[in-house]
């Protein structure tokens, strides 16, 4: 596998979901639509490509654009995990049971 390093910077095509991750400590993502809660060890972001779940230690944002949905994340990165935006059953189950 060959990487090319002729140019730092690639261009991202409108829409696109893009997560990038630099040694579990940055993270910057495109294509979101919202933020619904966070806090020093979880967040909940809903992106184009469904609930974006980022659990880790002392996480911070620090850069977030909401016109363009950009979204930089820096702090100590344990879990990724997305789940479908449609799930409204598992949603249910959870706010009877959880």
Do not use: W
């Amino acid at each position: 596998m060959q990487f090319q390093t002729d140019s730092p910077t690639y261009a991202i095509p409108s829409g696109d979901h893009v997560v990038t991750m630099r040694n579990r400590k940055r993270m910057d993502i495109t294509s979101v639509k919202s933020i619904d809660r966070f806090d020093q060890e979880e967040f909940f972001v809903r992106t184009s490509q469904g609930v974006l779940q980022i659990r880790g230690e002392e996480l911070r944002i620090v850069h977030l654009d909401v016109d363009k949905g950009l979204l930089t994340l820096e702090g100590t990165v344990t879990t990724l995990q997305y789940d479908e935006e449609d799930s409204g059953s598992r949603n249910f189950l959870h706010k009877l049971f959880g």
